[in-house]
């Protein structure tokens, strides 16, 4: 089993990375003391596939659980949706030593955590992402939410897991779509922070898509070090943390825009990386070299790297790139890359160059 701890003190967290994790978990969460109710929020593709295993193990350790399960995607993450589960919380009367396990992909991770947030004033949780994206990404580092019509998670907060749990196991029955997206995060570590992760990307792309549990886990690993090490120095996104932005300023505006759902996550993350590597090309002197082999590597990977625009649609991305939650005295702050494996944070950018960029 690998082993990633994020380091905030009183409030630190380990993140176990190993197969056949699901039984184990009872008894992990024994370990951490917490209350005896457990809520388990799922949805209704991961629910019937893993929800029973995990719920036994929790019964065996001598908890009380229940499941509330909730539609898949992104249209989850509503007030709406926060609401029916809030109900269902009461209704079984969790205390305020309960804790809530979030059971899924990075919908499921958001919802719980932001249902663990603010239920009862808060609530501890632990997170099983079942997703590649989930489990390299949004189950680490504590910032759930949920979305309004305007844009992406700007209903939301800070709130540290207890413990995170990723079962390569999961990762087994995971659609190919899914997978693919999921690698669109892990691309992104490599551009921001390391270099020689880019290249092994590069190197094992292949094994890595074939799912290969020794390389899929020793990858899932370095990215979670990297979030740690991030998260360790800037919890709530004040300076450092913005790195792990990249890419998602168009990004979060192309999945609102088009209509939450058309694209994946990381779908759109992955057009968004290739906008902000030719805007960083534009602003910084990235070198076109490095840009293409980001795209090249995206393409590679199965992703989407360009999306059709009239001036219409051009339009309306820019106006909810203003209301993304990086936006400050009205202007859109840019994550830009000098070089793979280093980036830069708070670039506002000329409109005709994002244009440019979006139009190529």
């Given at each position: 089993?690998?082993?990633?701890?994020v380091?905030?003190?009183?409030?630190?967290?380990?993140?176990h990375?190993?197969?056949?994790?699901l039984?184990?978990?009872?008894?992990?969460?024994?370990?951490?003391?917490?209350?005896?109710?457990?809520?388990?929020?799922?949805?209704?593709?991961?629910?019937?596939?893993?929800?029973?295993?995990?719920?036994?193990?929790?019964?065996?350790?001598?908890?009380?659980?229940?499941?509330?399960?909730?539609?898949?995607?992104?249209?989850?993450k509503?007030?709406?949706?926060?609401?029916?589960?809030?109900?269902?919380?009461?209704?079984?009367?969790?205390?305020?030593?309960?804790?809530?396990?979030?059971?899924?992909?990075?919908?499921?991770?958001?919802?719980?955590?932001?249902?663990?947030?603010?239920?009862?004033?808060?609530?501890?949780?632990?997170?099983?992402?079942?997703?590649?994206?989930?489990?390299?990404?949004?189950?680490v580092?504590?910032?759930?939410?949920?979305?309004?019509?305007?844009?992406?998670?700007?209903?939301?907060?800070?709130?540290?897991?207890?413990?995170?749990?990723?079962?390569?196991?999961?990762?087994?029955?995971?659609?190919e779509?899914?997978?693919?997206?999921?690698?669109?995060?892990?691309?992104?570590?490599?551009?921001?922070?390391?270099a020689?992760?880019?290249?092994?990307?590069?190197?094992?792309?292949?094994?890595?898509?074939?799912?290969?549990?020794a390389?899929?886990g020793?990858?899932?690993?370095?990215?979670?070090?990297?979030?740690?090490?991030?998260?360790?120095?800037?919890?709530?996104?004040s300076?450092?943390?913005?790195?792990?932005?990249?890419?998602?300023?168009?990004?979060?505006?192309?999945?609102?825009?088009?209509?939450?759902?058309?694209?994946?996550?990381?779908?759109?993350?992955?057009?968004?990386?290739?906008?902000?590597?030719?805007?960083?090309?534009?602003?910084?002197?990235?070198?076109?070299?490095?840009?293409?082999?980001?795209?090249?590597?995206?393409?590679?990977?199965?992703?989407?790297?360009?999306?059709?625009?009239?001036?219409?649609?051009?339009?309306?991305?820019?106006?909810?790139?203003?209301?993304?939650?990086?936006?400050?005295?009205?202007?859109?702050?840019?994550?830009?890359?000098?070089?793979?494996?280093?980036?830069?944070?708070?670039?506002?950018?000329?409109?005709?160059?994002?244009?440019?960029?979006?139009?190529?």
């Open positions: 089993m690998r082993k990633v701890n380091p905030l003190g009183a409030r630190s967290y380990e993140i990375i190993a197969a056949g994790l039984p184990w978990i009872g008894k992990a969460c024994a370990r951490l003391k917490l209350g005896a109710r457990c809520a388990v929020v799922s949805d209704d593709e991961v629910a019937p596939r893993y929800a029973a295993a995990v719920q036994q193990s929790l019964r065996a350790a001598g908890f009380d659980s229940f499941l509330i399960t909730v539609p898949h995607g992104e249209p989850a509503r007030l709406q949706m926060a609401q029916r589960c809030f109900d269902e919380l009461a209704e079984h009367r969790l205390e305020r030593n309960s804790f809530i396990l979030a059971l899924g992909g990075g919908v499921v991770g958001d919802l719980a955590g932001f249902l663990a947030a603010t239920y009862l004033r808060g609530l501890a949780f632990v997170q099983v992402p079942t997703t590649l994206l989930a489990q390299v990404d949004s189950s580092g504590g910032k759930v939410g949920i979305n309004l019509k305007a844009g992406k998670n700007l209903v939301g907060a800070f709130h540290q897991p207890r413990q995170v749990f990723c079962d390569l196991s999961a990762l087994d029955t995971l659609p779509r899914e997978f693919r997206a999921g690698m669109a995060e892990v691309i992104k570590y490599g551009i921001i922070y390391d020689q992760l880019f290249a092994r990307l590069e190197r094992d792309l292949p094994k890595l898509m074939r799912r290969d549990r390389n899929l020793a990858v899932i690993a370095r990215c979670c070090e990297i979030k740690a090490e991030v998260v360790g120095q800037d919890e709530t996104e300076g450092l943390r913005a790195i792990l932005n990249f890419g998602h300023t168009i990004g979060h505006a192309i999945e609102a825009t088009a209509g939450y759902g058309k694209y994946l996550h990381g779908e759109a993350i992955a057009i968004g990386q290739v906008a902000a590597a030719h805007i960083s090309c534009a602003v910084l002197g990235m070198r076109e070299a490095e840009a293409n082999r980001l795209e090249d590597l995206l393409a590679k990977t199965g992703l989407p790297t360009r999306i059709r625009l009239d001036a219409r649609r051009r339009q309306q991305l820019l106006a909810a790139m203003k209301l993304d939650k990086k936006v400050s005295g009205g202007e859109v702050k840019f994550v830009l890359a000098k070089k793979i494996g280093a980036v830069e944070t708070g670039h506002e950018v000329p409109r005709e160059i994002i244009e440019h960029a979006l139009a190529k």
